[in-house]
């Protein structure tokens, strides 16, 4: 059973930055995997923020997110992250880590779900 348990949100003022961490347990994912990132606000579908393969060396973000937010992994830990900065009001939501098997950047269909994390700007 794969476990994928999200860290790192919290409040923090408009402008500021968050790290988010998402911790996969239960599985070692091939090198076709992927991990991702998405949220949701208070009233709305859930968005994709980023996607990353395998190595990381390929990675994609949502017009929302490019030039503030950074996906990185650290297959040693299996761990992915996703650097904030710049954080703006818009950007508050329970932020969700996911993981699949396979990469197909921002078409990936993802096979586990963590809990999520709140990230709360305010302004």
């Known amino acids: 059973q794969v476990q994928l348990v999200e860290s790192g949100g919290g409040l923090v003022q408009a402008g500021g930055s968050l790290r988010l961490s998402c911790v996969a347990s239960?599985?070692?994912?091939?090198?076709?995997?992927?991990m991702g990132w998405f949220r949701q606000a208070p009233g709305k579908e859930r968005e994709f923020v980023a996607t990353?393969?395998?190595?990381?060396?390929?990675?994609y973000y949502s017009d929302s997110a490019k030039g503030r937010f950074t996906i990185s992994k650290d297959n040693a830990k299996n761990t992915v992250y996703l650097q904030m900065n710049s954080l703006k009001p818009e950007d508050t939501a329970v932020y969700y880590c996911?993981?699949?098997?396979?990469?197909?950047?921002?078409?990936?269909?993802?096979?586990?779900w963590g809990q999520g994390t709140q990230v709360t700007v305010s302004s």
């Open positions: 996911a993981a699949a098997h396979g990469f197909l950047g921002t078409m990936t269909k993802y096979d586990y």
């Open positions: 239960g599985h070692s994912f091939s090198r076709s995997g992927a």
């Open positions: 990353s393969n395998w190595s990381g060396g390929t990675t």
